[in-house]
């Protein structure tokens, strides 16, 4: 059992590349790294417009961890925390801890846009979308996108320009079934971006408030703490690792 086992799942619109920094960094310090394309994302060639479920966004995720021998550290960030959600419910034998990074924790019979109250769901949550009609997918504004990546390397914010790609609508708007018994039985963790620019302390704040994790960290980051505080993120991810074993 490799008891050093990552598994990094993208945001909306980005792929694995959005980890390279992490991956590398995580494989020097001898851990085994995967970092997944989810379905249409990255290299994955499948079209936005045919993913209509998260189950079907979320299965290269699941096809991933049913291969696994023994239990992984589960990571995801933004709407990834959708997707891991999603898999504690289907394959909890496979997760040893969960770990939101500035995610949405979704409760039962709740979807990323309904996770929060609405009265108090900040309007960026789509501030930086644009709808493809008549296609079932959304892109970031490039107007918008920066915001992102405020404190990051431009050589990144380039990277990120070039690569993003759209994100199928339905991983927002599905109600997800979770459950005590299995999404329940999986320990989650939470890391705060302190100097996020697209979600705000007080709404990272209420996400614990509704839901609240075993753990809490806090990186002194913008959104993306893998392009622009990818050290200290790996070593959180090392320290969340250890506690436990």
Known sequence: MDLKHVVLVHGASHGAWCWYKVVAMLQNRGFTVAAIDLTSMGRDK????????IAQFARPLLDYLENVNG??????HSLGGITVSYAMEKLPNKIRKAVFLVSRMPLNNQSFITSIPSNVTPPSDFLFCVFLFPSVSVEFSLE????????CREEDVQLALLLLSP???????????????????VPRVYIFTSEDRVRPREIQELYVDLNPPQEVYRIDSGHSPFFSKPLELTIMIEIIQRRGL
């Open 71 to 76: 239990k992984v550290l589960l990571m995801g």
């Open 46 to 53: 499948t079209s936005p417009d045919w993913v209509s479920s």
């Open 144 to 151: 918008h996108v920066r915001n992102f990546y405020h404190d």
């Open 167 to 185: 994100q199928p609508y339905a991983v927002y708007s599905e109600n997800l079934t979770l459950t005590r018994e299995r999404y329940g039985s």
